[in-house]
């Protein structure tokens, strides 16, 4: 059996729930305005506290802890329930909208002060003259050569061995071998 979110949606709420749930869908959350999205969410935060309170009582009842509200008690919470969830659903989907708003509206000036940077450091490249595009290409002869840096090892190799086993007697010494 397949699962349809909009067949659940019809079946569990109201037309009016429905309304506002379906406004909470992708191509409609687009086009709200700030000023419904807040409207809209409170609506729906109204809503789900009820079905919240109203599925609680009733799984109170079926499990005897409370009196029952009309002339018999609660025998299943399952389309309260489900109504509570699908609220809930619609306002993460208007939680997620406002952080991508938000988020959008935050990087807003770090764009456009990069895209300023950007122009004026090309209408400053653009005045000043490079000057390694003003010299012609040295030829490697011309180029300097480099230092050659000499190592002060002892020119004796039995020397070198010594001072070799040297270090390694001391570092014996000190590990207390």
Known sequence: MTHNPQRDESQFLSKDELALVEKTHNPHLAELSDSELSKI??????RRDKA??????QQRE????????????????TGTHSKKDLLGDAMFRLDEEVKRREHNSSRQPLIESAKRALE????????????????????KKS??????????APKDPAKAGA?????????????GK
């Open 41 to 46: 969410y409170k609506l729906l935060r109204d």
């Open 52 to 57: 919240r309170d109203i599925a609680d009582r």
């Open 62 to 77: 079926m499990r005897g802890k409370a009196e029952p509200k009309g002339a018999r008690s609660a025998r299943d919470n």
């Open 120 to 139: 004026m450091r090309r209408a400053i490249e653009a005045k000043t003259a490079h000057p390694q595009l003003k010299s012609a290409p040295q030829s």
């Open 143 to 152: 180029k300097p050569k480099k230092a050659q840096i000499k190592t002060s």
């Open 163 to 175: 001072v070799s086993q040297h270090t390694k007697n001391m570092q014996a010494k000190r590990d």
